[in-house]
């Protein structure tokens, strides 16, 4: 594992971070979907014995705070940093910080937080913040040794973005980017921007919810049979972001032992510096082909959950998707049709009230777009 300082801290950590969002998942005795504990438990200290010594969870994240907690028992707890996240949209009062964190403690089972962040920063939750005391509450933390460090979560524009770095002495902040998103929300600007302040900048979202790596374009294929360089597009997205030495530590939210050991093997060689001129010109190759092929920018990040006309955003905007980069588009139809059969509520039940783009983090016009995918998928 590659390791490096961790700003103010003087810490040393793997530029690996483990994204405890999207853990396996298990069915309940009702029916639902809830994480598979014990699989959880196993990926989490076999990350820790090889080296993983940041964990990132979040108020928000159903029963992640809770597994974790679980895992880091039996001296696991000492072996790493914990960055969690106060839910900023639900703050309503100056007392609800207080409410929420002293939750995630118990949840967690520890004494302090390494890293807590105000999460998901766009323009009403930053007033939010500001407006109910959130720095004299963090501050107030830090101080009792509840807390380490200080920072905030983002997704929104790059203004904003700037206006918040310049507005705190922050320890860290939690940017999205990806090969993908080079210029979208913080963006590859934003990583300096913050960097060159002395705040840590940790990595979400480098795979962009699993979309790089998954149902890969077969004209990407054919860039990457015919280099030189003979790498995964999983593991030229994760050596793009390692070469800027900007990003401090990169999340990656593994679902399965199988991606857990190919991210420990990514990261065994993670060091600043690696891209070449013309490895760079291959990214540019790659990123002019999504763009002529993505529809959405949804991540699957599921926050748009639920709907109150029972619509499944996510799975409709993955399928359609799936379909542009595939060229599967008759198979997009009849995985469509089939939410349809099934449920019976397919995009045409939406009925534009937009209560799931409040919360989007892309800031997605989803009642645009499902009507989009609806016609796309019903058009004969």
Known sequence: MQYIDFGKSNRQISRFGMGCMRFPRTKAEDGSEIIDEKEAIKMIRYAIDHGVNYMDTAYSYPGSEVVLGKALKDGYREKVMIE???????????????????EEIERLQVDYIDTYLFHCLDRS??????????????????????????????????????????????DTCLIQLNILDQNHQAGLKG??????????????????????GTKVPEEVDQLLDNYDDKRSLVEWAFR??????EAKVILSGVSNMQQLEDNLRIFSKAESGVMSEKDMELITGIQDIYRRKVKVGCTGCGYCMPCPSDVNIPEIFKIYNDSQLTDWSEFGKTFYHLIASTSGKDASNCTACRLCESHCPQNIQIADVLKEAHLAFTQS
């Open 84 to 102: 969690t996240k106060s839910p900023s949209w639900a703050i309503n009062c100056p007392e609800d910080f207080q409410k929420f964190f002293d």
């Open 125 to 170: 939750n930053w007033e939010k913040v500001k407006k109910n005391g959130g720095f004299e509450f963090m501050e107030k933390l830090k101080k009792e040794g509840k807390i380490k460090n200080i920072g905030f979560s983002f997704h929104a524009d790059y203004e904003l973005f700037t206006e918040i770095v310049d507005a705190y002495s922050w």
């Open 191 to 212: 990583l300096k921007y913050a960097a060159d302040r002395g705040i840590s900048v940790v990595i979400m979202e480098p795979l962009k919810g699993g979309m790089i």
């Open 240 to 245: 793009w972001l390692y070469h800027y030495k």
